[in-house]
């Protein structure tokens, strides 16, 4: 069973706005943060926002910060992103993430999170 499960990506012009949802599985409550990456062709993944399931506290990454916005529905145990303002360079395969380690909002490394999902494209036309 995928512990993740991403939608809501798509195509949007520039400027455009997308809204993506990451819902977990029912085995979930053992999460302590989530987080969306994304990775664009030839590219490594970089992490772009987190968030704490206890206190809805976020960190993001300078290149969205302002744009992007990452929320959480704690009783349905799902994370959404919301991107405004979007520019080309944000074309990537999005993926949402989902921890049980311990650690800070701004650790951002694909190592500190333990469970994936499997991606939705997002690509933003110029």
């Known amino acids: 069973q995928v512990p993740l499960v991403e939608s809501g990506g798509g195509v949007v012009q520039a400027g455009g706005s997308l809204k993506l949802s990451c819902i977990a599985s029912?085995?979930?409550?053992?999460?302590?943060?989530m987080a969306w990456f994304r990775q664009a062709p030839g590219k490594e993944r970089e992490g772009v926002a987190a968030?704490?399931?206890?206190?809805?506290?976020?960190y993001y990454a300078d290149s969205v910060k302002g744009r992007f916005t990452i929320s959480r529905d704690n009783a349905k145990i799902t994370a959404y992103l919301q991107m405004n303002s979007l520019k080309p360079e944000d074309t990537a395969m999005y993926y949402c993430a989902a921890t049980t380690y311990g650690g800070g909002l701004y650790d951002l490394r694909q190592s500190s999170y333990n469970n994936w999902g499997q991606g939705t494209q997002v690509t933003v036309s110029s």
């Open positions: 029912a085995d979930s409550t053992r999460y302590n943060r």
């Open positions: 968030i704490s399931l206890r206190d809805g506290i976020s």
